[in-house]
């Protein structure tokens, strides 16, 4: 049984008692979140090395990876470094969204050295192979479907609310539909004049999806990639879609979560998450951000990070991280790390917002640190130990007798922390 229809049976799997274990949480409280499709625990049958991860709003805000090739750069070296950086910093998943080299072999390999849930857009397979747009067929989306299923990938991107009725809807919008996948398919129905075939074949998905126990990631192919388009008519019309959708996949006992906008402003993103799990009957929301401004290339890990804090304050469950290089490039090792803590800061704030159990005791262990000068033990409850140790000793000034207690902020005469604790102790004349 998948985990879902475990859940609904009340029996504990041992992923369900890993994942809470993790979440410091209540085995029970995690198996009653799934049963309800409140919750998801991605855990393909044939990922052996697979650390499983809780995600719902019941539980502490999860972040995502995007790893993957291109025929423009990159190749499968650098994307592993990428995952083993991923893991050392905290991620909770990864998706592989590769689109050059030998996509089996590349998959296959991220599976195999990853601890983490690993999630795909089966849809660029479906696209290269086929070699164009046109030649794209229902057969052909089954077949890579079924075969990343048994390779262990965990949950996939599934742009299935994407109709063809929707696509007079984008004509006015400022910049169109800026999904990979939802771009493609709107382009197949247009040509052939057929209803999006991820939506006509649902079923045969949903019974792949069980056999291996594949979670759904339901895209959201018209999601707006500007402030204009936040909140259009395409935007909801598709969420209505992905309501009925989520209702499916439940019904065939499968595991659904729903992905949400990429940019929304900042006064509608808790808009955006109230009507997304009021459609969507609850299922965990994986949101790209939100951007909540269209101005900052090469700092949209931070816009990102703004609009995922609020929009996991909300009840977002998962976020997707963004790098500085959105909008601009195949992300680097260094642009992975900068856009895995930043979305790391803003799920941890949400976290405390929330009141997430042990949230706020790490930043009071932070601050205690701090206060003692306990420069080892700061770095150690920082979200980037390395770095954080790096940048203290690059700056620190040694001075006779003070090494170490204090930074080059203040430096010793001026340190607010250090004249604070000598308040109140004779100081001799």
């Known amino acids: 049984m998948t985990q879902l229809e475990s859940a609904r049976n009340g029996a504990l799997t041992p992923e369900i008692v890993t994942a809470a274990a993790r ?42 990876v995007n790893l993957g090739t291109s025929d423009m750069g990159s190749g499968l070296r650098k994307e592993l470094k990428k995952l083993e950086l991923s893991v050392k910093l905290g991620a909770d998943t990864v998706m592989d969204l590769s689109t050059g080299g030998d996509l089996g072999k590349i998959r296959s390999e991220i599976i195999s050295r990853s601890p983490l849930p690993v999630g795909t857009v089966p849809l660029y397979e479906v696209l290269k192979r086929a070699g164009s747009v046109k030649a794209i067929n229902p057969a052909l989306i089954l077949e890579v479907i079924e075969e990343q299923a048994a390779s262990g990938v965990d949950f996939m991107t599934i742009h299935a609310g994407l109709l063809r009725a929707h696509l007079p809807l984008v004509k006015d919008r400022v910049t169109g539909i800026v999904s990979r996948g939802g771009a493609a398919l709107a382009k197949w129905m247009e040509l052939g004049g057929e209803e999006n075939p991820l939506y006509t074949a649902f079923d045969e998905i949903c019974a792949i999806f069980r056999k291996y126990d594949v979670t759904f990631s339901l895209g959201d192919a018209l999601r707006p990639g500007s402030l204009a388009d936040a909140c259009d008519a395409a935007q909801f019309a598709e969420l209505d879609v992905l309501g009925g959708l989520v209702r ?58 703004i609009g995922g804090a609020v929009a996991a304050w909300a009840g977002a469950s998962f976020l997707c991280y963004v790098t500085p290089k959105e909008h601009l490039g195949l992300p680097e090792l260094e642009d992975v790390r900068q856009g895995l803590i930043a ?21 009071l262990k932070m601050s205690k640190a701090r206060y003692a000068f306990d420069w080892d033990r700061q770095f150690k409850l920082s979200l980037d130990p390395d770095r954080a140790r790096c940048l203290h ?16 902020m203040c430096g010793p005469d001026f340190c607010s922390m250090r004249m604070s604790r000598a308040l109140g102790k004779k100081v001799p004349a």
């Open 23 to 64: 979440e410091k949480a209540e085995a029970g409280l995690l198996l009653k979140e799934t049963a309800a499709g409140r919750a998801v625990v991605p855990a393909n049958i044939n990922h052996k090395n697979l650390v499983p991860a809780a995600i719902g709003r019941a539980f502490n805000c999860k972040i995502n």
């Open 248 to 305: 499916r996949s439940r019904k065939a006992g499968v595991q659904v979560m729903v992905e949400g906008p990429g940019h929304v402003p900042l006064d509608k993103v808790f808009l955006n998450i109230e009507r997304a799990e009021k459609i969507c009957g609850g299922a965990p929301f994986y949101v790209l951000g939100p951007l909540v401004t269209d101005i900052a290339p090469g700092y949209d890990h931070i816009t990102s990070a």
């Open 343 to 363: 979305s790391k800061i803003a799920a941890h704030a949400a976290d405390i917002a929330r009141g997430r159990p042990g949230a706020a005791g790490r930043d």
């Open 393 to 408: 000793q690059k700056g620190l000034a040694e001075k006779a007798g003070l090494k170490n207690k204090f930074c080059t």
